[in-house]
Every structure is written in structure tokens, then in C-alpha cells.
């Protein structure tokens, strides 16, 4: 709830989901062009419930 009222006050529009469990991330690409990345199941299913949520809403998974 606290980080849903900065974002809003700061004008920022957002949608998050979250999940918890195992998730393996690290830096994937060459050494010209490197990025963080972040793989498993709990991602993916983070990523499905930020698409649900509409601007300023904050979607947990049961489990979590």
C-alpha cells in the first residue's frame, strides 16, 4: 500500500504482480551488449499478473 501512494504521488503509473519461489536471474548477452534477466515459473506467472492489474493496482498470487 505504502509503495502504491509514492508511485501515485510521484505521478508514476505502474501495475505490479507478485509472486515468491524459485527464480534463477544473472546477466545473459555478449560483452558488447549484456543485460539482467530473470527466468522460472514464478516470473512468468508475475509478469501474467502485472498484465492483469489496471494503472495503481498490486496483484499477489494465492501462494504468496
Known amino acids: 500500500i505504502e509503495i ?11 501495475s505490479i504482480g507478485i509472486t515468491s519461489g524459485k527464480a534463477y536471474s544473472g546477466f545473459v548477452g555478449s560483452s558488447s551488449r549484456r543485460e539482467m534477466c530473470a527466468m522460472g515459473s514464478m ?16 496483484f499477489v498470487d494465492l501462494e504468496t
Open 4 to 14: 502504491r501512494k509514492k508511485l501515485m504521488e510521484m505521478k508514476i503509473a505502474t
Open 43 to 58: 516470473v512468468n506467472m508475475a509478469a501474467r499478473l502485472m498484465c492483469k492489474a489496471v494503472e495503481h493496482e498490486i
